[in-house]
Nanobody
């Protein structure tokens, strides 16, 4: 029933921007963390950003150090879409980006997430 679908990936030159979207459908607790992970060829899956919220409208964000100041995670008012705005992209950002949802608030660990999208490819040329 739960489905996450990423979109917005593509090819961009270094210094450019992309906005990834994650459409969320199905029944997911409003206390779940929403996160973005990425995996480059020959490398392990890496945490990128997370968004946590509950019944209270206030939410928190978390980012891996390498993307702080460049990437922004956000959500729409209904919580049915999660975004990752990526600015000042670098070649090392090239990876398959995954949207994920999990029960542990603020988790940066991939295996603690329950639901995953199929990924969207981001390629940054030098």
């Amino acid at each position: 029933q739960v489905q996450l679908v990423e979109s917005g990936g593509g090819l961009v030159q270094a210094g450019g921007s992309l906005r990834l979207s994650c459409a969320v459908s199905g029944r997911i607790s409003n206390s779940y963390a929403m996160g973005w992970f990425r995996q480059a060829p020959g490398k392990e899956r890496e945490f990128v950003a997370a968004l946590t919220w509950s019944r209270i409208i206030t939410y928190n964000t978390d980012y891996v150090d390498s993307v702080k100041g460049r990437f922004t995670i956000s959500r729409d008012n209904a919580g049915t879409k999660v975004y990752l705005q990526m600015n000042s992209l670098k070649p090392e950002d090239t990876a398959l980006y995954y949207c994920a949802a999990g029960p542990k608030s603020g988790s940066r660990v991939g295996h603690e997430y329950t639901y995953w999208g199929r990924g969207t490819q981001v390629t940054v040329s030098s």
